[in-house]
Nanobody, 128 residues
Framework: RVQLVESGGGSVQAGGSLNLSCVAS????????MGWFRQAPGKKREGLAS???????NYADSVKGRFTISKDNVNDTLYLQMNSLKPEDTAIYYC??????????????????????WGQGTQVTVSS
C-alpha cells in the first residue's frame, strides 16, 4: 500500500507563492503517474496538474502558466510550485498516484478515477 503525505500548505496573500510537496512511501515512485487536485468548500474535486512516469505534463487551464508540477524520483517526492496565487485558489490540495499504469492514462490524467492512491490533503488559503 502506498502512502502519500502532503506538506507546504498555508496562508498567503494574493500574488504570493507556495510550494507543495508530496512524499511517497514507496521507493519506486518513479514508476508512478502522479497528479495534484484541489477541493474548495462546496465544490467538486478539481484536477490541476499531472505528470506521467515518462515526464509528460498536463495542466488544467485554471492553473496553466501559474502552477508547475515536478517530481524528484530520487527522493520519491512530487511538487507543485504555485505562483501568482488568487483567492479562488483557496482549497484543500491533494496529491494522487496511479500505480497501475493504466492504458490511456495521460488523456484522463486530470480525472480522479485514474488514480488509486490519495494523500490526506493540505490546506491552502489565499487572502485578498
Amino acid at each position: 500500500r502506498v502512502q502519500l503525505v502532503e506538506s507546504g500548505g498555508g496562508s498567503v496573500q494574493a500574488g504570493g507563492s507556495l510550494n507543495l510537496s508530496c512524499v511517497a512511501s514507496e521507493h519506486n515512485a518513479n514508476n508512478f503517474h502522479m497528479g495534484w487536485f484541489r477541493q474548495a468548500p462546496g465544490k467538486k474535486r478539481e484536477g490541476l496538474a499531472s505528470i506521467h512516469s515518462n515526464g509528460a505534463l498536463n495542466y488544467a487551464d485554471s492553473v496553466k502558466g501559474r502552477f508547475t508540477i515536478s517530481k524528484d524520483n530520487v527522493n520519491d517526492t512530487l511538487y507543485l510550485q504555485m505562483n501568482s496565487l488568487k483567492p479562488e485558489d483557496t482549497a484543500i490540495y491533494y496529491c494522487a498516484a496511479d500505480t497501475r499504469a493504466l492504458e490511456g492514462w495521460f488523456s484522463h490524467s486530470l480525472k480522479e478515477y485514474v488514480y488509486n492512491y490519495w494523500g490526506q490533503g493540505t490546506q491552502v488559503t489565499v487572502s485578498s
